[in-house]
């Protein structure tokens, strides 16, 4: 069975505090990781996929890499407006969520 | 480009009543799929449709049931409503199937109570 763990469960920054959410993943043949924002009252965000160990992926203060394991969403000097629920998911058609990093920057 | 729109986005059921909750997708895309989202369980999966046709389906009971129209516009019924029924149900659409790991589009939701 796929199985998507992610910690820390909350991360509470100072804005320009950096971090690291981390997503550890069991699944025999995954096709995809996916990373995802959800804000309160709104559905998920796409962010990115990565598909290889060793890939990473860039967007704005967010990064993304991938191990044979685990993931990490690293968050570079963040704002109060990256404040949000970070999901991952993998993929073998359907998404395997995890429970999500509520993540709150503070000003 | 207008997002997924997902009608209602708020219901109040009672148990036992069934509920059809609506779902449209980003112009061009094909395939639909629908999760629910509760506090204790996350996001589960449910269902895929593409092309009118179900692809793929999670562990739900069969009271949990879907469509989708030719215009790739889905709708999902759940019957014989139970209070374990309440949750966010989050449809997203993509280009591909799951198959092929396009990204998913979420709506914004239905928040569904059961009372």
């Known amino acids: 069975e796929d199985q998507v763990t992610q910690s820390p469960e909350a991360l509470r920054l100072q804005e320009g505090e950096s971090s690291s959410l981390n997503c550890s993943y069991t699944?025999?043949?995954?096709?995809?990781l996916f990373w995802y924002r959800q804000d309160p009252g709104k559905g998920p965000e796409f962010l990115f996929t990565l598909y290889s160990a060793g890939e990473e992926k860039e967007k704005e203060r967010l990064k993304a890499t991938l191990t044979k394991k685990e993931s990490f969403l690293h968050i570079t000097a963040p704002k109060p407006e990256d404040s949000a629920t970070y999901l991952c998911?993998?993929?073998?058609?359907?998404?395997?969520f995890g429970s999500g990093t509520r993540l709150q920057v503070q000003p | 480009k207008a997002g997924v729109t997902q009608t209602p986005r708020y219901l109040i059921k009672t148990r036992g009543q069934q509920v059809t909750l609506s779902c449209s997708p980003i112009?061009?895309?094909?395939?639909v799929s629908w999760y629910q989202q509760t506090p204790g369980q996350g996001l589960q999966f449910l269902f895929e449709?593409?092309?009118?046709?179900?692809?793929n389906k999670g562990n739900f009971p069969g009271r949990f049931s879907g469509r989708q129209f030719s215009n790739s516009r889905s709708e999902m019924n759940v019957s014989t409503l139970e209070l374990g029924d309440s949750a966010l149900y989050l449809c997203?659409?993509?280009?591909?199937?799951?198959?092929?790991?396009?990204?998913?589009?979420f709506g914004n939701g239905t928040r569904l109570t059961v009372t």
């Open positions: 997203a659409s993509s280009l591909g199937t799951g198959a092929t790991n396009s990204p998913l589009h």
């Open positions: 699944v025999s043949g995954l096709r995809g």
């Open positions: 112009s061009g895309h094909r395939s």
């Open positions: 998911a993998v993929s073998r058609g359907a998404l395997t």
């Open positions: 449709y593409f092309s009118e046709t179900q692809r």
